[in-house]
Structure formats: C-alpha cells, structure tokens
C-alpha cells in the first residue's frame, strides 16, 4: 500500500498531522478492502481504507491519495470523531463522507 511509496508515505504523514502518534493510524496495518482506482471531483485518486485492529466499528479511515497532485484528504473516525484530513474542499469532503459510509456503515457490525 500507501506506506511502502516514500514521496505517498511522506505526503500521508503531512496530512495526518498530530494524528500520526496513533500507532493504527501510523502503520495502516489493520483490516482494509483492497485500495481501488477512483475518480472524485473531476480527480483521479486512490481510495484507501483501514480500520484499527479488533476495533473497525469505532476506528476507521478512508483515504483519497493523488501522486498527481502530491496530497492525501482522508476522513478519520475515532470512538464517535469525526476528523478531516489534508483540508479536502467541499466536494471532496461530501464524496469522502459517502465514501466513509459506504465502507464503514454499509454493513450491520
């Protein structure tokens, strides 16, 4: 995934931030669909998702990273928080949240 790219892991660790002293969040390492080609507001990105080992219906992130334009946006969602990532404008933001809902909320867990 995202992490092995050092310019994709880099511009992943610039958006998460303070976020970034979470060790699943750090790592990535937890469950996770496999990460698909997506086009969101005109834009070609990757999605990526991943949730907190035994913990996905309380800690969970989906991802949108362009190699293109060097940035991550991402929604974060810990027990109940709801953070964004990367600053997305408003279109990417809605997308991200019917992205989110989609793998996170699709499924009775």
């Known amino acids: 995934g995202l992490l ?28 996770s669909p496999q990460n698909k080609a997506i086009k969101v507001a005109g834009a070609d990105y990757v999605l990526v998702s991943v949730c907190k080992n035994h913990d996905c219906a309380e800690n969970n992130v989906v991802l949108l990273y362009s190699g293109a334009q060097d940035l991550v946006y991402g929604k974060v969602y810990q027990r109940g928080r709801s953070t964004p990532l990367g600053a997305p404008p408003p279109a990417v933001a809605s997308e991200l949240e019917q992205l989110w809902k989609s793998e996170w909320r699709s499924q009775a867990k």
């Open 4 to 31: 092995y790219d050092p310019k994709a892991k880099a511009t992943y660790y610039k958006a998460l931030g303070p976020l970034s002293r979470e060790p699943w969040l750090a790592k990535l390492d937890g469950p």
